[in-house]
């Protein structure tokens, strides 16, 4: 029989139940929606502690980064920013050479002076949320075309978005919820001077890599370290030297206390996006089109840059970040559409749809109103051929080789170099549009991988596309080349300046018309990118559909469920969730115990291998078992838990608070179980991957001796 904690029964006894709360909750709303639960779950705060507009609150140390890329919080007086590893891979990758791999090594700043810029990384404050439904839809009326609908919403945004930032620096954007039935308008403050302050290897950071990635146990210390700077004033500016640290409203004190079965914890971060309201028909397409076509694709892309990447260091280092963010979710789409059919999602779906059809049809109003959404949607995926072409296009063309991007910035050069009478000022203009970046571009470039990449993508994107739905080019590749990519990517890159920068450098000195017209690459992606505007044409042809029967679906039940809280899809704004540290029961005779130690770091040891080294260092420091205030009451050194909290992409980074308003953890994966997650939460599989605080503050301390760091922070033994 197993052991229940004391705490978690107490919780069952007292809520009936010991699942999470589903939902990702805006936090301007839980004083009316969620605070008596939470509290009743053990939570000591109030509301006003975890958001306010009017004093420091919880919400001041949780910022987006990158604009909701990844979630990061506040640990320090003095703008020291903690988030996951794999959110700062980026950075670290263009930080790397072959004579400074911090990829390998990892990276400490010993003081401010050493911390490295980061140009384009920015973090963003939430200053408040307000509730704008009244005032958006205001002069809407039922009778309106869902095109005059959109036309006077969007007016209607743009003019309470210009009053809410009057002269200020903030930033005012205003969000739909419930598939438009809800508006809410934010109020951001965003800051650009980001430095990187510390990471630890890959082999500490990225332990496990794509074989562990979604899984469950885990054993990865998935961290860094960046610092906020503002200009001396305390606000946003750009780099610069006279900057200082940001002197933050509030950070998060950090515990030691550690975790115990059935403790409350809640998360707070800027999940990307969910559907958790879509319908049988759209979570069909997502299982037949979507992920397929993302996973052929992606598994061929993966293929060459691995079989590069293993050719050494160098290109180790080159192809590290693209590798992952390819990776990432070309195996997270084989688990969604795993987890949909072995959860049996589409019955589940199909089956709500049946109830809200019967209560439709039981009022002569409802039928009015309601009638034909079901219809309408169905109607929109009635005929997917073009939708298809548009998945292959943009996976296989427009994000598949490099080259294709790259050479159409040059559009704008190539049309004023058809006038006669251009202004060489706009000449200039269009040079910095192809040079902005281009040596980070170039430095982590490869052409002969990217043609590796560019001729199996063409091949597998001619092999699954209708002919009517191809670029023009490819018709030459028929006839020239007897439908040969491997050949015509062959000529195309030697026909063209923009495999190489000393080559396009060389043109944009005197950029000439016949270049661009004799450049195969960018005539390539012209053609390409004119197709894909026509598919993304196509594809929306009947979109007015689709967005008309999603935002009356969801009003109607809405309407129809009455007694029950919704809560809205995550789309990158300030979301709330929380639940309990919870084991589960993956599937029968097997249960997954809710944290792991560092054991698990030798016990899965391979040496030399690329997911599952364990550095010399890191192995004395475990057998010496020298974890100090670190360990748990066993005097075990926790590296991961898990917790019921309902999170998606964009939520890793986020930290995961205890009862108390502490740092107990970093969340930073979901579980292979429940990868249908984004569509569907599964109380009993779901849970939130956590990397322990104090195994960050070990690594931290003893790893790196980065003591200095420890001392900033405020820790609560």
């Not at 958006?136 to 003019?159: C, F, G, Q, W």
């Not at 206390?257 to 409350?264: A, K, L, R, T, Y």
């Not at 590069?308 to 195996?331: E, H, L, P, T, V």
Request: proline content about 3%; some cysteine; hydrophobic content about 35%.
């Amino acid at each position: 029989m197993r052991r229940l904690s004391f705490v978690l029964l107490a919780t069952i006894l007292f809520l009936g139940k010991a699942v999470a709360d589903e939902g990702m909750w805006l936090p301007s709303l839980i004083h009316k929606l969620n605070i008596t639960e939470m509290q009743q779950m053990g939570l000591q705060l109030s509301a006003e502690d975890i958001y306010s507009i009017n004093n420091s609150s919880l919400k001041d140390a949780v910022v987006a980064l990158d604009r909701g890329s990844c979630t990061a919080e506040l640990i320090s007086g003095n703008g020291l920013l903690l988030t996951n590893h794999h959110c700062g891979y980026g950075e670290i990758q263009s930080h790397s050479s072959v004579e400074n791999d911090y990829l390998q090594y990892g990276f400490w700043a010993n003081s401010y002076e050493e911390e490295l810029p980061n140009p384009g990384k920015s973090v963003t404050f939430l200053v408040r949320i307000e509730d704008v439904t009244d005032k958006v839809l205001a002069e809407v009326t039922d009778d309106m075309s869902e095109e005059e609908r959109r036309r006077k919403t969007y007016s209607t945004i743009r003019e309470l978005e210009s009053e809410a930032k009057g002269d200020t620096h903030y930033e005012t954007y205003v969000r739909n919820f419930f598939n438009s039935n809800q508006y809410h308008l934010f109020v951001t403050e965003t800051f650009k001077d980001i430095r990187m302050v510390g990471t630890p290897p890959n082999a500490l950071g990225k332990f496990g890599g794509d074989t562990d990635n979604w899984m469950w146990p885990r054993h990865t210390a998935d961290f860094m370290l960046f610092r906020v700077y503002s200009g001396p004033d305390g606000k946003p500016a750009d780099y610069s030297e006279d900057n200082i640290p940001y002197q933050p409203n509030y950070f998060l004190p950090i515990s030691l206390q550690g975790i115990n079965e059935g403790d409350f914890a809640m998360v707070m971060g800027y999940p990307g996006g969910t559907n958790r309201y879509k319908t049988s028909y759209g979570v069909q397409y997502t299982m037949d089109v979507t992920n397929p076509v993302r996973v052929e694709v992606r598994e061929e892309k993966l293929r060459i840059i691995d079989d590069y990447m293993a050719s050494g260091q160098k290109a180790r280092i080159q192809y590290a970040s693209k590798y992952a963010r390819s990776s990432n979710y070309y195996k997270y789409s084989i688990g969604q559409n795993r987890g949909l059919e072995n959860l049996n999602i589409i019955e589940k779906k199909k089956n709500l749809e049946d109830e809200f059809t019967r209560w439709v049809n039981a009022s002569s109003e409802r039928r009015e109103k309601y009638g034909n959404v079901l219809d309408n949607i169905a109607g929109f995926y009635n005929n997917i051929e073009a939708n298809r072409a548009q998945e292959y296009m943009a996976e296989a063309m427009v994000r598949g080789p490099e080259i294709f991007m790259f050479a159409y910035r040059a559009l704008p050069m190539y049309r004023l170099l058809g006038d006669k009478d251009f202004n060489p000022d706009f000449l200039e203009m269009a040079k910095s549009r192809i040079t902005d970046g281009i040596d980070a571009f170039y430095k982590d470039y490869h052409a002969k991988t990217d043609r590796k990449v560019a001729a199996a993508l063409m091949k597998l994107y001619a092999d699954n596309v209708d002919p009517k739905y191809h670029p023009a080019f490819f018709q030459e590749v028929q006839k020239r080349y007897k439908g040969d990519f491997d050949r015509y990517t062959e000529r195309m890159f030697k026909r063209s300046v923009f495999n190489d920068k000393e080559e396009l450098m060389d043109f944009l000195e005197n950029p000439k018309l016949k270049t661009l017209e004799k450049d195969m690459a960018f005539q390539a992606a012209s053609d390409i990118f004119e197709k894909f505007r026509e598919l993304n044409d196509l594809a929306g042809e009947n979109s007015e559909l689709l967005d008309v029967g999603n935002r009356l679906f969801v009003a109607g039940l809405m309407e129809m469920q009455q007694d029950k809280k919704f809560y809205p899809d995550a789309n990158s704004t300030m979301r709330l969730t929380y639940g309990q540290v919870l084991d589960y029961e993956p599937r029968d005779g097997v249960i997954y115990k809710y944290y792991t130690t560092t054991d698990g770091y030798l016990e899965k040891e391979i040496p030399g291998d690329d997911e599952f080294h364990v550095p010399e260092r890191m192995k004395e420091l475990l057998y010496s078992r020298d974890f100090g205030r670190y360990a748990n009451d066993d005097g075990e050194l926790v590296a991961c838990f898990i917790t019921n909290n309902d999170i998606t992409g964009g939520n890793s980074g986020s930290p995961v608070i205890n009862a108390n308003g502490e740092l107990i953890g970093i969340a930073f994966d979901g579980n292979w179980e429940a990868m249908s997650s984004d569509i569907a939460f599964e109380p009993d599989l779901q849970r939130c991957i956590n990397v322990d605080i104090r195994f960050v503050l070990w690594v931290i301390d003893k790893y790196a001796g980065a003591t200095h760091l420890i001392n900033e922070m405020m820790i609560v033994e």
